[in-house]
């Protein structure tokens, strides 16, 4: 396998006149890296996948491939394939054709080029597709082909624009695995670009969340999960409850929130903000549906949260509990189904407890909308 | 026809409204396009009597092109075979003339421009329409006369000592045969080339592909349709045309359906201008034909 080639974005600006799209973005992807930018639509995401493969000039700063300044470099000539939101597969080229266009324009001989297209087919698991046309193929099939086009191409870095959103989950979750394995085949830098973040999750060695143009958080899966640099991360990634407050006391990385309606609770600073909230800072803190658990009713303490519980719901893998939160907000609580039995509890009040580690307060900021 | 097509016809469009397409469409075909070409055909295979009677069914007025009238010292009818063939040749000219125009526009129309420049842009090519036919050719015989624009140009510029004729050249009849039909080349491209994916050139170019070969390769195996349906349209009209060549054309310079003309106005004889007439609608046809059949368009797609 080889190293990869890595992307470097230094002080990246993007504006359409007045808009500012990517506002100084600064990334380092290593080679043979799989990183996913990960945002809501209208995040600028799109827009810095453009610019690395050379579509879009940045209005400021450099974008670097193998350590090479792509100024002034046609996306013809940058050692990059895109693959399209909507595949764009040419309708009228047979498959084979498709697959190896690159080679064509290289002036490689047909017999070349149905051999290579054969290999490729093998790889993608779609062997002796190659004389039928993009329309024949299923969803799934065209996706694969357009992988294996751009990979044709030999790229140092493959781009990828949100390309399972047209699949069905199933199909997505398969490709989910599949495009990962051929990324740790092929050996090359994937740059992934979704709004869902579970896709990210499952695929990324690194992310970047994206919100309005700027990228708020750089790191591993685990890391933005769990540790999140900001409120819109923490609430983005994954199902999180809010709770608002102040920080009343801070006690080395941990803090003391004073909620507006939960009382006192004791929370770990997420990393990026340590020795940054000061007392009386406005805060948020996050608990996962997942950390909360329930404890014997009425318990008082810093990790102990009562409320009342408006609905209750059975997902198959857990037992949801929602309970009246903050701002109309429900606090959600997911129990893992290990066959236990669940107990009822609409309309009465609930006490729940939580590790004091699994509790993150940030500065209070924005939200993602859902 | 598929089968029951009648019946999701009429419950597509109901009993009353579906009759009358069928009576409106009916009668377009069968009055309107079928029944004259069928008159014509007739007269075309009778003797042309002076008196206004009907004829005899003969064959002699299609000898007439090939060979001349009875009695004449050439073995063949080189005056109107030559007529014939230079209208055809000029008209595949004008054709391939216009599609090499016109794919840039249509092509710039369809992916380029957008919004506002799009809406100029296609005014543009649509507001001279409005002036008609006779007076655009006029106009252009002004342009192109011996003291006309284009000379006054050339000759001010010092490319030119003494006036070009334009005209005795033919080079007025092409420009104007050429603009009179741009539209139609223009639009059916522009259709096609219009409803083209834009990630399909960006794949294309991202792939290492240069502008030509993305050209060639994706944009027009794509716009075949619209190609096909625009030059059909352009060479069955250059053929067809008389008032360009007429007013545009050399002294020396005539265009076949001007002689058809002769034989209708002038000569009185319907019977020998219908069998030109024929000839001429057939031999287009088959042309068509056989360069659909040479870049494998299907008939279907024309209409695209």
């Known amino acids: 396998m080889s190293a990869g080639v890595g992307v470097n974005l230094e002080n990246l600006w993007i504006r359409f006149g007045d808009f500012v799209a990517v506002r100084d973005a600064n990334v380092n992807i290593n080679g043979g890296d799989f990183f996913s930018f990960l945002g809501p639509s209208g995040c600028g995401k799109t827009t810095i996948l453009r610019a690395v493969s050379g579509f879009l000039d940045p209005s400021e700063g450099n974008v670097l491939i193998g350590g090479n300044n792509m100024a002034g470099i046609g996306p013809n000539k940058r050692p990059t394939a895109l693959i399209f939101q909507n595949l764009a597969l040419f309708p009228l080229m047979k498959v084979w054709e498709n697959i190896t266009f690159s080679m064509e324009i290289k002036g490689a001989s047909a017999k070349e080029r149905r051999k290579r297209a054969d290999e490729l087919l093998d790889m993608i698991a779609l062997p002796g597709q190659g004389d039928k046309l993009p329309s024949e193929l299923s969803g799934g099939q065209k996706q694969r082909v357009a992988i294996a086009r751009a990979l044709c191409a030999e790229p140092d870095v493959l781009l990828l624009d949100e ?62 999960y769990n540790d999140p640099s900001t409120s819109f991360v923490a609430s983005f990634v994954g199902e999180n409850n809010v709770f608002r407050g102040t920080v009343k006391k801070i006690i080395g990385n941990e803090a003391l929130i004073e909620t507006n309606r939960s009382g006192d609770l004791l929370t770990r600073i997420s990393t990026a903000n340590q020795g940054k909230m000061k007392v009386g800072d406005d805060a948020m803190m996050f608990i996962r549906p997942e950390a909360l658990s329930i404890a014997p009713r009425g318990t008082q303490g810093d990790h102990f949260v009562t409320a009342q519980v408006t609905n209750e719901e059975f997902e198959g893998n857990s037992f949801n509990i929602f309970m009246e939160g903050e701002g109309g907000k429900e606090i959600k609580v997911a129990l893992p189904n290990l066959g236990q039995s669940f107990e009822s509890h609409k309309g009465e009040p609930l006490t729940l407890e939580y590790e004091v580690h699994n509790a993150v307060s940030l500065p209070a900021g924005e939200l993602a909308t859902e | 026809m598929k089968k029951g097509f009648l019946h999701n016809f009429y419950q597509h469009n109901g009993r009353v409204l579906g009759t009358a397409l069928l009576v409106i469409l009916t009668f377009w075909i069968g009055v309107l396009i079928i029944l004259p070409q069928l008159s014509m055909l007739d007269y075309s295979l009778r003797e042309y009597l002076p008196s206004g009677q009907v004829g005899e069914y003969t064959l002699k007025n299609y000898r007439h092109l090939v060979y001349g009238a009875e009695g004449a010292s050439d073995p063949y009818n080189y005056v109107d075979l030559k007529v014939f063939t230079r209208t055809i040749v000029a008209a595949i000219c004008v054709t391939i003339f216009n599609l090499l125009l016109c794919y840039p526009i249509a092509f710039f129309l369809g992916q380029v421009a957008k919004g506002m420049k799009l809406r100029i842009f296609a005014m543009l090519l649509i507001i001279p329409y409005w002036i008609n036919e006779i007076l655009r050719a006029f106009a252009l015989k002004i342009i192109f006369g011996a003291t006309g624009m284009i000379n006054a140009v050339l000759i001010g510029m010092g490319i030119l000592d003494e006036p070009f004729d334009f005209i005795r050249a033919d080079i007025a009849l092409y420009a104007g045969l050429g603009y009179a039909y741009i539209l139609l080349m223009v639009f059916p491209m522009y259709n096609v080339i219009e409803s083209l994916d834009h990630n399909q050139i960006e794949a294309a170019r991202d792939l290492g592909a240069p502008w030509w070969r993305i050209h060639w390769r994706i944009v027009v195996p794509y716009a075949k349709p619209g190609i096909s349906s625009g030059c059909t349209m352009v060479f069955m009209l250059s053929a067809g045309a008389l008032a360009a060549p007429q007013i545009l054309g050399g002294p020396s310079s005539l265009w076949f359906t001007q002689i058809i003309y002769q034989w209708f106005n002038d000569g009185g004889n319907w019977s020998q201008g219908a069998a030109y007439a024929i000839v001429l609608l057939v031999s287009c046809i088959i042309i068509v034909l056989a360069f659909m059949k040479m870049f494998k368009v299907n008939m279907g797609d024309i209409g695209k």
Not at chain 1, 164 to 183: F, G, Y
């Open chain 1, 163 to 224: 390309p399972l959103s047209a699949l069905d989950l199933k199909l997505r979750q398969h490709m989910r695995t599949e495009l990962r394995e051929i990324q740790k085949r092929v050996g090359i830098t994937f740059i992934y670009i979704t709004h869902d973040q579970s896709e990210a999750l499952t695929m990324s060695d690194d992310i970047a969340v994206m919100k309005a143009g700027v990228i708020d958080q750089i790191g591993n899966g685990k890391t933005i």
